[in-house]
């Protein structure tokens, strides 16, 4: 049985990074000790007043303290640490940069007019939740203890869950659609066509190296015969299970 203490220091770094960065943010918000105005994502004032640190800071806002902020904060704890532990554990650069593309996509559908949202740390956890759906697909599911279900179906449930209650339809929505493009673009096609076309750049790979973040990628064995392991090629590793499914 593990400690708060010792669990936190067995999270995987990226996962772990980010859940403390969005409860530090709210933390501070919830003492008072800056406005979240000045951190929300608002392209006037990012392209006229030059403040870009608005198009990060807003995905560590995930609300205020309530039970809403309980579970994104839990669901970057699970979701996020599975899919880091599991099929992208020892590929640190690749989850790291599925969360920068996320990132990069959700700014440019929140330029749409009819998806604005001054913050996106939801909407980018809910993009960890389809990903983590689709990789786990036949994973069952309890839903406050009133219904079982497939993991593939968990994203439309905490949808649908989250309109019922109140919450606004628009950030689920932007994290499911970042999170299917990036499936679509690291498994689908590739399965479809062969052709990889969303990879991890050299730059992420060196940034994750030089920090030493994570478990060092494995290398591909010198025997002879041996096949060079190409899932450090693409961002994300293709499943043997339907895609139909």
């Known amino acids: 049985m593990f400690s708060p203490a010792e669990f936190y220091n067995f999270l995987p770094p990226i996962s772990k990074a980010y859940g403390t960065a969005c409860l530090l943010f709210t933390t501070a918000s919830q003492l008072g000790l800056y406005d979240v105005f000045y951190i929300a994502l608002l392209y006037d004032y990012v392209f006229k007043h030059f403040q870009v640190w608005r198009l990060i800071t807003n995905f560590f806002f995930l609300g205020k303290f309530s039970i809403n902020f309980g579970i994104r904060l839990l669901m970057i704890a699970r979701y996020g640490v599975q899919l880091e532990k599991g099929p992208f554990e ?3 650069a690749d989850f790291l940069w599925m969360m920068i593309f996320g990132a990069l996509s959700l700014l440019v559908l929140s330029a749409i007019p009819i998806f604005q949202a001054p913050f996106l740390g939801i909407s980018l956890v809910f993009m960890l939740l389809y990903v983590w759906s689709r990789e786990f697909p036949n994973a ?3 839903i406050y ?3 079982t279900l497939k993991a593939f179906y968990l994203p439309w449930a905490m949808l649908a869950l989250d309109v019922i209650f109140g919450s606004p339809l628009i950030p689920d929505l932007l994290g ?3 999170g ?3 499936y679509f673009l690291t498994v689908l096609h590739p399965l ?3 052709k990889v076309i969303l990879k991890t ?3 992420v790979r060196k940034l994750v190296a030089r920090w030493r973040i994570g478990a060092p990628t494995p290398q ?3 025997r002879s015969g041996a096949q060079p392991d190409r899932s450090t090629d693409v961002a994300f590793r293709g499943r043997s299970y339907p895609l139909n499914e």
């Open 90 to 92: 020892r590929r640190t």
């Open 140 to 142: 069952q599911i309890n």
């Open 145 to 147: 203890g009133l219904v």
């Open 176 to 178: 499911i659609i970042a």
């Open 180 to 182: 299917h493009l990036y």
């Open 192 to 194: 479809a066509t062969g």
């Open 201 to 203: 750049p050299m730059w």
């Open 220 to 222: 591909p064995s010198s």
